[in-house]
């Protein structure tokens, strides 16, 4: 069976660049929860380092994969500005592309593989990454949102399996689980998923794409011991 490991990086919108409607809504839970100028301040800028949760305020900088058994991958990344280069990083190439070429390259290189394996991924990154293909009229080839409970299927998130669905009480995030495993972490060089925003800013697109190869990995050996101990 074909296996493939999947990660995505995304950034948000400028805030003070949105429209006064859109911004209105965005605050509006803001405003009647904040008690002072203070708090209201503080949960504004949260909000604004959060927009790249949501595909409505946000988009894909960063799509990665790799192959569970060929050790093989490759990560697309944004580099506005940046002409077309290629480098491989530990076995996993990084090419320039926009948004819209990665979620066509992604889709269209997912239909020879039977197994996808993700951390969060059914709660962030595949409804990330169906709705803004739909944004970019890109139509979607391969369901990784079926039935959560089937038995038949094609996406293992390794949190929804490593929790048993939430019945352990602290989830933990992908970090923590490799840190139980004794697998590096993506954030032991001192990159996490919250700097990829200021990264972007900084015109830092390569070390996005290098974040990314380290959840790719870390999330391939993740798999392989739940593949091998835990899995029924």
Known sequence: MNKLVFDIET???????LDEKTQ????????????????YRIALEELKEGLGFSPLTGEVVAIGVLDVEKDRG??????PDTPQ??????GVKLKVTTEKEMLEKFWEGGKQYHEFISFN???????????????????????????????????????????????????????????AFGIKSPKADGVSGDDVGEL??????????????????????LYRYWNEFIRF
């Not at 950034?11 to 660049?17: K, M, Q, R, V």
């Not at 809504?25 to 929860?33: H, N, P, V, Y």
């Not at 709705?131 to 299927?153: D, E, G, Q, T, W």
């Not at 996406?155 to 048993?164: C, G, K, M, T, Y």
Request: net charge neutral; with cysteine; charged share 30%.
């Open 74 to 79: 490759v990560v697309y990344y944004q580099s």
């Open 85 to 90: 280069r290629e480098e491989e990083v530990d």
């Open 121 to 179: 991924g059914r709660a962030f990154d595949v409804p990330f990454l169906m709705i803004r293909s739909a944004i970019h009229k890109i139509r979607v080839p391969i369901n990784l949102m079926p039935p959560r409970f089937s038995s038949s299927s094609n996406h293992v998130d390794l949190l929804e399996q490593l929790s048993f669905y939430g019945a352990v009480r602290r989830k933990g995030n992908l970090h923590m689980w490799c840190r």
């Open 200 to 221: 972007f800013r900084n015109k830092e697109f390569l070390k996005i794409a290098q974040y990314n190869v380290g959840d790719l990995k870390a999330t391939r050996e």
């Open 24 to 39: 209105e809504i965005l605050t509006r839970w803001i405003k009647k929860e904040s008690s002072n100028e203070d708090d």
């Open 11 to 17: 950034i948000g919108e400028n805030y003070d660049e």
